[in-house]
């Protein structure tokens, strides 16, 4: 009868929540377990075939959903937390929202992105089949510290379910060495790609013995083929290889004679697919069709979220040095002239420490073709202050973000970028969709700058 009630009170949380709008998606289930506290351990037994959990800094979303996509187009049954709801609550909420009016549901497979901070939370009501670790970036300094403190928490939760199989990102030496005790497999991209320009490292030093690593090649940050000169460690071997990766339209690569091809944007997506690919094998399932699984995907909000509002204006989350870093370098890649608009805030859900915006190769966007430059957010002349710094030059400073995009629009430019930390991102884009409905009701942007 707990149970009951427990997901009942989630299904209505959720409506009346919608009602005013709400997502929803944590709320429900922190109320749902006040009434049952045992309320996921419960209905994680309806999970007939796995619980397959993604962690990581950067890039779990995206690979948790494509993994859900691709276990839906494969015709099994999933539950999936897609919204990005990856604490104790969320997860709640996406087993109770997943019951039917009796308390009840039946699914092969759970994919559960997990805060890599909750994961041992987590990990205290359910136990996964497999656990795909991404990577490890330094992150919001106020709330999850230094990455050391990370991976303390990752091994606490690990240590949880010892029979778990870990998916492991190779060329990242802090995300490989949670493998060593570990049954586990690895992914990675075996050849360099992209030019060699120094950028700031997150993990420079040796996971085992300290001392500074070297590298064969790297990808960007401390991700590539790392070596350690004093004690032997090195990436480990790859059962998940990247090779001949090619960029220039489409992104194009082959791993363990597949061959891949999807009309992604950004470098650091072809980890995201290396880490679906890897999960699916592990698994077991056949991956013959693997790219008519994800073709189709459609990205969460600002994974390089393309809208169209007479020109292209393409709106990115960024929220730490190596999200930033490789948005820059998408940015770099496109030869178009561009505008650029970076918003930054330090909401809670940011981070209030912003120092990290010295850790970010802002000065690269000086090679970026561009056209002009825009600082906006709470924290707009943080961000202008950086970029005094670089030496390179900003168009407008200005808190409104619809002035800042109508602005772009203006220009003779042929795309405009807009890159957000997290606060930032859902204004933004609905800023941007009201844009949208505006030139399709009016042939053109009829708003007051």
Not at 23 to 50: E, F, H, Q, R, Y
Request: charged share 20%; proline share 3%.
């Amino acid at each position: 009868m707990r149970k009951l009630l427990a997901v009942w009170a989630a299904k209505f949380a959720s409506i009346a929540g919608r009602l005013i709008g709400k997502k929803s998606s944590s709320t429900p289930g922190v109320i749902a377990l006040k009434i049952c506290p045992d309320l996921i351990k419960i209905l994680s037994k309806n999970i007939k075939k796995g619980i397959i959990v993604t962690c990581g800094t950067n890039g779990k979303t995206t690979t948790n959903n494509l993994l859900n996509t691709a276990l839906l187009k494969s015709g099994y049954t999933t539950i999936c937390n897609n919204l990005g709801a990856n604490m104790v609550g969320g997860i709640a909420t996406t087993f109770a929202q997943a019951c039917n009016i009796w308390g009840t549901f039946k699914a092969d497979y759970a994919c559960l992105e997990i805060d890599e901070a909750s994961a041992r939370r987590v990990f205290a009501h359910l136990t996964p089949n497999y656990m795909i670790i991404t990577n490890l970036f330094r992150d919001q300094l106020d709330r999850y510290g230094e990455i050391d403190i990370t991976m303390d928490l990752l091994n606490e939760a690990i240590s949880m379910a010892p029979d778990v199989k870990l998916i492991l990102n190779g060329d990242d030496p802090l995300t490989a060495q949670f493998g060593q005790n570990h049954n586990a497999v690895y992914f990675g991209i075996d050849e360099q790609v992209l030019p060699q320009i120094e950028e700031t490292k997150e993990g420079q030093f040796c996971a085992i013995c300290g001392e500074e690593q070297k590298y064969h090649y790297y990808h960007y940050s401390q991700l590539g083929s790392y070596y350690c000169p004093h004690c032997g460690n090195k990436r480990p071997n790859l059962d998940f290889a990247a090779h001949h990766v090619d960029l220039k339209d489409a992104m194009k690569f082959t791993v363990n004679d597949t061959k891949i091809n999807l009309n992604y944007r950004g470098f650091y997506n072809i980890y995201n697919i290396l880490a679906v690919y890897s999960a699916l094998s592990t698994i077991g399932l056949p991956s013959k069709n693997f790219s008519a699984m994800l073709e189709d995907y459609k990205p969460q909000i600002g994974r390089m979220e393309e809208i169209h509002l007479g020109k292209p204006v393409i709106l990115n989350l960024a929220k730490n040095p190596a999200g930033f870093n490789q948005a820059i370098q998408t940015v770099l890649q496109d030869p178009r002239r561009k505008d650029v608009i970076i918003a930054i805030n330090d909401k809670a859900n940011d981070g209030h420490d912003v120092s990290w915006l010295w850790d970010v190769d802002f000065d690269k966007l000086g090679l970026a073709n561009l056209n002009t430059l825009t600082t906006t957010g709470i924290r707009l002349y943080d961000i202008s202050l950086r970029f005094k710094y670089a030496d390179i030059e900003i168009t407008e400073i200005t808190p409104d973000m619809r002035r800042a995009i109508l602005n772009c629009l203006k220009t003779d430019a042929e795309v405009c970028y807009v890159l957000v930390n997290y606060t930032a991102l859902y204004s933004t884009q609905t800023t941007m969709l009201e844009l949208q409905k505006e030139l399709k009701q009016d042939g053109e942007v009829t708003a007051n700058v």
